[in-house]
């Protein structure tokens, strides 16, 4: 089985901690990335953000096969990038997408993701938790294949 999930966070999300606490709490997401290692110690977690679009298509392109799943907060690329969406169509990984907030409670315009259909889940407004409920769901799609 394979052990190494990627999570991957698009733009405005380096200000996590900082940018509107009221919608995206008070904790870095550094800080919280160190609890889920120390919970999944069994797995080798990795962990990459840009705000640059063209950076998440080249790292989803580079990592993107032989992987037990990648966790993808695209950020506001969601409702922007069919770029993203076809690199999540092109590689084998399969890819869950998080978001922090509930999109679909927000601004018009959030409501639509380009990404969703591609991702093998969904996980929307559960705050930090989700990335943890998206390794989870992960790792509990290697455990339906044996």
Known sequence: MFKKIWIINGPNLNLLGKREPEIYGSLSFEAYFETLKAKYRNLELIYFQSNHEGLLLD??????????????????????????????????????????????ERETFRHF???????????????LKGYDEAVDYLVSMQADIK
């Open 113 to 127: 993701s380009y990404l969703k259909s591609y991702c093998v889940q969904s996980i929307v407004g559960k705050g």
């Open 59 to 104: 790292k989803l392109h580079e990592i993107g096969f032989d992987l037990l799943g990648i966790v993808f907060n695209p950020g506001a690329y969601t409702h922007t990038s069919i770029a993203l969406a076809d690199a999540i169509s092109s590689i084998t990984a399969p890819v869950v997408e998080v978001h922090i907030s509930n999109i679909y």
